[in-house]
Nanobody
Framework: QVQLVESGGGSVQPGGSLRLSCAAS????????MGWYRQTPGKERELVATITTRGDINYADSVKGRFTISRDNPKNTMYLQMNSLKPEDTAVYYC??????????WGQGTQVTVSS
């Protein structure tokens, strides 16, 4: 089992920045990849960015050039640096971990609100 705890959400004006963190505990050695997803009411959860243990990274087109995903493997922590935030980035952001076994885990989510 893997437990994920997100932090760092909040409210910011358009153009501002936030950094999200996701700390993994439990069987974190079993994690092959981690990622950030987001969801707004009435919409499906969508991928924001993913990163593997090897450091392979993938971004959604909507965040390329503005968001940076990173991972501190010794600390079992993943980050999402979000710059040049837009109102359409407003969502609940979820941390996800995929184990080598194929099992998936989700954090509880953290709210990000971009508004003037």
């Amino acid at each position: 089992q893997v437990q994920l705890v997100e932090s760092g959400g909040g409210s910011v004006q358009p153009g501002g920045s936030l950094r999200l963190s996701c700390a993994a505990s439990g069987s974190s050695f079993s994690i092959a990849a981690m990622g950030w997803y987001r969801q707004t009411p009435g919409k499906e959860r969508e991928l924001v960015a993913t990163i593997t243990t090897r450091g392979d990274i993938n971004y959604a087109d909507s965040v390329k050039g503005r968001f940076t995903i990173s991972r501190d493997n010794p600390k079992n922590t993943m980050y999402l640096q979000m710059n040049s935030l837009k109102p359409e980035d407003t969502a609940v952001y979820y941390c996800n971990a995929k184990a080598y076994s194929g099992s998936g885990y989700w954090g509880q989510g953290t709210q990000v609100t971009v508004s003037s």
